[in-house]
T-cell receptor
Framework: GEEVAQTPKHLVRGEGQKAKLYCAPIKGHSYVFWYQQVLKNEFKFLISFQNENVFDETGMPKERFSAKCLPNSPCSLEIQATKLEDSAVYFC????????????FGPGTRLTVL | GDSVTQMEGPVTLSEEAFLTINCTYTATGYPSLFWYVQYPGEGLQLLLKATKADDKGSNKGFEATYRKETTSFHLEKGSVQVSDSAVYFCALSPSSSNTGKLIFGQGTTLQVKP
């Protein structure tokens, strides 16, 4: 598509439950990025993919967080056993093959952990 | 590590006023620099960028010049409109990393009053 699509728009989970977020990048874009926005403004890089391969995972928490980008499927970010501090807006972005740092962002998924 | 610092907001201006939002960075080498804008309830939109020293990025009346000597990338607009009210993020893509990940400043809220 012409825009990065993220689903769901809102997600509410009880502490300890699993959360799974989805992202469909813009058609033709080969890079996918996940960012976490907490406290309204602070953005934190989590992970990036080049096609289905992990490109940079230096921002991913070692435990509970995982992500995948499989062929012909939306990319996903999964949080096992959510904690209160996981409450945030999770943004996905994609970029063209030769312009990795010119990223187009989706509208985000707001995760609330109760 | 690499970082971005923005002036604290909120910045409140009257319509047609001159806008400056300060941004300074710490990074090794020559990072690429960006300004993104986030309108309420939406994801980030790339506003402008500069990839090397003395480059000027411009878009929609906004400008920013990459100043290596002062490690700055201040955003300016000569005459703001109510529709410019949003949160503005300065960001860098490290030259030491070819993964395209972005490091964001904390964001500056701009409110323009009629």
């Amino acid at each position: 598509g012409e825009e990065v699509a993220q689903t769901p728009k809102h997600l509410v989970r009880g502490e300890g439950q699993k959360a799974k977020l989805y992202c469909a990048p813009i058609k033709g874009h080969s890079y996918v990025f996940w960012y976490q926005q907490v406290l309204k403004n602070e953005f934190k890089f989590l992970i990036s993919f080049q096609n289905e391969n992990v490109f940079d995972e230096t921002g991913m928490p070692k435990e509970r967080f995982s992500a995948k980008c499989l062929p012909n499927s939306p990319c996903s970010l999964e949080i096992q056993a959510t904690k209160l501090e996981d409450s945030a807006v999770y943004f996905c972005a994609s970029s063209q093959p030769d312009r990795a740092n010119e990223q187009f962002f989706g509208p985000g998924t707001r995760l609330t952990v109760l | 590590g690499d970082s971005v610092t923005q002036m604290e907001g909120p910045v409140t201006l009257s319509e047609e006023a001159f806008l400056t939002i300060n941004c300074t960075y710490t990074a090794t080498g020559y990072p690429s620099l960006f300004w993104y804008v986030q309108y309420p309830g939406e994801g980030l939109q790339l506003l402008l960028k500069a990839t090397k020293a003395d480059d000027k990025g411009s878009n929609k009346g906004f400008e920013a010049t990459y100043r290596k000597e002062t490690t700055s990338f201040h955003l300016e607009k000569g005459s703001v409109q109510v529709s410019d009210s949003a949160v503005y993020f300065c960001a860098l893509s490290p030259s030491s990393s070819n993964t395209g990940k972005l490091i964001f400043g904390q964001g500056t809220t701009l409110q323009v009053k009629p």
